[in-house]
């Protein structure tokens, strides 16, 4: 019985209207009962009256001729009353005539005291006048109410309103019931009997119930049925939409096989999840299926950059835009240096997407374009934009407090000009080259050499602090340069050099002065006789210049 109440409207609607409909009935028939009650007793009450009434003036008379059997015959009259049990005439405090019914207690003096003693709401007292003088009061009858007659005959009557009254209810109840299931449930259960059988993606549709069509079961059934069309609708858009998912997918995936591209995926951590075999092989990694050693493959190639690699990963999902950066790469493989540029950006589900490209070709290509750029092309040393490249990287890191203190030797050559003039340029061209070979020879790989145009050379001392190895560097390239220089069996030219020697220390720098201060030592060895050098100033070592030639 349960279960049907929870699972059946039907039989729920219908226990809840009956539930309803009798709490109500018993309630009205509660009322019913107490003022039908109520009604019978005032009902006795105005039959008593009435009776009396009706024998009023009998009673005058034989009270006023003290006549007992006249007054007896009329206190049994009032008894056939079945509202009253016992009748008392009293006339100036004798009994004239009483009566009872059988079990209703003695008679006599006896049964006037008591009546006359009670005071309660079963007895009425009613007083009889003279036939002759309607204001002398000849007698007094005492009556005594029945109330088991009068609260038998009012329980009958509200027991038979009560019962009407639940009949009516349930009668009531029943053809709601009747109405609800006949309208509103059975037509509901079937549709959703239909519905459980219903093929929405063949078409088909719920038929409107018989007398239905214009009220809320027929607007129902329409709006099933709308919603089974828009449902066929959607399944059909779907339909074709997961075709067409395929058939990308399939694209996609012929395209993630063989692009030339390396696809990948990576985690927030830099971990690979997936990628193409291009990825493979631009890395010289081994494609073996199910393997997982290849998650960390990406920052174990770019050691020494995973900062630059996470700061694009949190940049990427930070401001979810696309990050872009270029990364060396040093591979196992005999291709060894090779330049990767990689773009990442955000995905779903905490998965980034990446491309690899390999630049190698390009960057090989600018670095030799900008090579090109900051090399003289005759000695093959760094030119003058070279020079400056150079010394601007020196002030920034000077000025980012990681330098060290360096030699700067500015070089010109003695006797250029009259050999170039001489002998001409393809001569003075030859003379320039072996100087350019000479102070390559003489100087350390770490420093930095470059021809500033002419017969102009200057030369870097990088990370050298010592003066005298400075000086015993100046000295070997002008010991060297006054050798001579054989150009053809029959010609040889001899030159020199005048060189002027400034330096810095780790902490102050300035390009400009640092050029300057040579050049002025340089031109002072010059016109002191060439072929010599000259150091400038140096607080470090001395305050006094240092002089030398060779």
């Known amino acids: 019985m349960l279960r049907l109440l929870r699972t059946s409207i039907v039989y729920r609607s219908a226990f809840f209207v009956l539930g309803i409909a009798l709490l109500v009935g018993i309630f009205f028939a509660v009322l019913s009962y107490h003022f039908s009650a109520q009604s019978e007793q005032k009902l006795a009450n105005q039959r008593t009256q009435a009776s009396l009434s009706t024998i009023e003036n009998t009673a005058g008379i034989a009270c006023f001729v003290l006549d007992q059997n006249l007054a007896a015959e009329l206190a049994r009259g009032l008894l056939k009353n079945g509202d009253i049990s ?6 100036e405090g004798k009994v004239l005539a009483e009566a009872g019914k059988p079990g209703q207690g003695a008679t006599g003096q006896s049964a006037l005291t008591i009546l006359q003693g009670i005071n309660s709401s079963n007895q009425l007292v009613h007083a009889i006048h003279s036939p002759f003088n309607p204001k002398e009061k000849v007698c007094d009858i005492y009556l005594e109410l029945n109330l088991d007659f009068i609260r038998e005959q009012s329980t009958t009557k509200a027991r038979f309103i009560v019962y009407l009254l639940l009949l009516q209810a349930l009668a ?14 059975r037509p509901i259960k079937n549709i959703s009997d239909r519905l459980h059988k219903l093929a929405p993606e063949s078409g088909e549709k719920l038929q409107l119930p018989d007398g239905s069509e214009k009220d809320e079961i027929g607007q129902l059934v329409r709006d099933v049925n709308t919603l089974v069309a828009s449902l066929l609708t959607t399944l059909d858009d779907e339909r074709a939409l997961r075709i067409k998912h395929a058939i990308g ?7 993630f096989e063989n692009a030339e591209t390396g696809i990948f995926q990576l985690n927030f951590s830099g971990e690979l999840l997936s990628y193409n075999p291009a990825f493979i092989r631009m890395f010289g990694l081994k494609d073996i299926p199910g393997a997982d050693g290849y998650s960390n493959a990406l920052t174990s190639l770019l050691e020494g950059q995973e900062l630059r690699l996470h700061l694009m990963i949190d940049a990427a999902i930070n401001e979810a835009k696309v990050m872009s950066d270029d990364f060396y790469v040093q591979l196992a493989s005999p291709s060894g240096k090779k330049w990767v540029n990689l773009v990442i950006s955000p995905a779903d589900d905490g998965v980034l997407q990446g491309l690899a490209n390999d630049i190698t070709a390009s960057r090989l290509r600018e670095e030799s374009a900008n090579q090109l750029a900051v090399t003289d092309h005759l000695t093959g040393l760094n030119n003058r934009l070279g020079f400056e490249k150079e ?6 890191e000077h000025a980012g407090g990681n330098a060290h203190g360096f030699f700067l030797l500015m070089i010109d050559l003695d006797k250029f000009k009259q050999v170039n003039d001489t002998h001409g340029h393809t001569v003075g061209d030859q003379v320039l080259i072996h100087f ?18 002419g017969d102009e050379f200057i030369i870097l001392l990088k990370n050298l602090t010592n003066l005298t190895k400075a000086e015993e ?4 390239i002008i010991a060297q340069v006054c050798q001579p220089i054989e150009i053809t069996d029959d010609l040889s030219v001899q030159i020199g050099a005048s060189i002027g020697v400034s330096y810095t220390g780790p902490n102050d720098f300035n390009p400009d002065e640092l050029v300057e201060q040579a050049d002025a030592a340089m031109y002072q060895v010059k016109r002191s006789g060439r072929n010599a050098y000259r ?14 030639s060779a």
């Open 473 to 476: 560097i100046a000295q070997k």
């Open 249 to 255: 997918e399939k694209k996609f995936q012929t395209i």
């Open 86 to 91: 016992r009748v008392q005439i009293v006339s």
């Open 391 to 396: 010394i601007a990287r020196l002030a920034k």
């Open 172 to 185: 009531m109840a029943s053809a709601v019931v009747y109405v609800v299931h006949t309208m509103i449930t």
């Open 436 to 453: 350019a070979n000479l102070v390559a020879n003489t100087v350390r790989k770490s420093d930095f050499v470059a021809r500033l145009g």
């Open 535 to 548: 150091v400038v100033d140096l607080d470090i070592y001395n305050p006094s210049q240092t002089t030398g």
